[in-house]
């Protein structure tokens, strides 16, 4: 049977600030995220499974994904705990606000490494993660591919 690719596309809005950062994103602001979620397998082929004819049902991708992601970062703001920002971080979680302490820098490139391996972590062993594609903006996004991991 042949291996399938399969993607599922996910939105949140997030906000973040790149701290030590020498442009405009130095300053707390937000995007519109869209994570594109491509992984690779071999459609079931059982007729007696529910899921044949399916690499992974598009349900429980999604189901994945949005526990560990979306409703993760969704109306959050993302700052590295690593820095200064930890004070205005305390700050804002002070005043209820959804903040979010992460181990590194919260660019598209790093946040992308995260989501694979969050991604990885919750996905059966049939199912193979192929790839990634995270948009900051219509112009701006990060890819992670498994084979330039390996
Ligand atoms: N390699 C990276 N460079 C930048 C990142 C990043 O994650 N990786 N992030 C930023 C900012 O967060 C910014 O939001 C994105 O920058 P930019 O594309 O310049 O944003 P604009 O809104 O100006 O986009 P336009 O579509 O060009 O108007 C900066 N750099
Ligand atoms: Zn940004």
């Not at 701290?19 to 937000?30: E, F, L, P, Q, R």
């Not at 994570?35 to 690779?40: A, G, H, K, Q, R």
């Not at 994945?64 to 969704?74: A, H």
């Not at 302490?101 to 919750?122: C, G, H, W």
Request: charged share 25%; net charge neutral.
């Amino acid at each position: 049977m042949s291996k399938i690719r399969i993607t599922k596309q996910f939105t949140f809005e997030t906000g973040h600030a790149l701290y030590g950062y020498d442009g405009k994103c130095k300053n707390v602001h937000g995007h519109s995220y869209k994570l594109d979620v491509t992984v690779i397998g071999t459609p079931i082929s059982d007729s007696n499974n529910v899921k044949f004819g399916m690499v992974i049902d598009f349900t429980d991708l999604k189901k994945i994904v949005k526990e560990d992601i979306v409703d993760v970062f969704d109306h959050a703001t993302v700052f590295n705990k690593n820095t200064p920002h930890v004070d205005l971080a305390k700050e804002l979680q002070d005043r209820g606000h959804n903040v979010l302490l992460v181990n590194y820098q919260p660019t598209s490139e790093m946040m992308v490494i995260d989501f694979a391996q969050k991604i990885q972590d919750r996905l059966p062993n049939n199912i193979k993660l192929h790839s990634l594609k995270l948009s900051e903006t219509a112009t701006s996004y990060a890819q992670w591919y498994a084979s330039d991991n390996q």
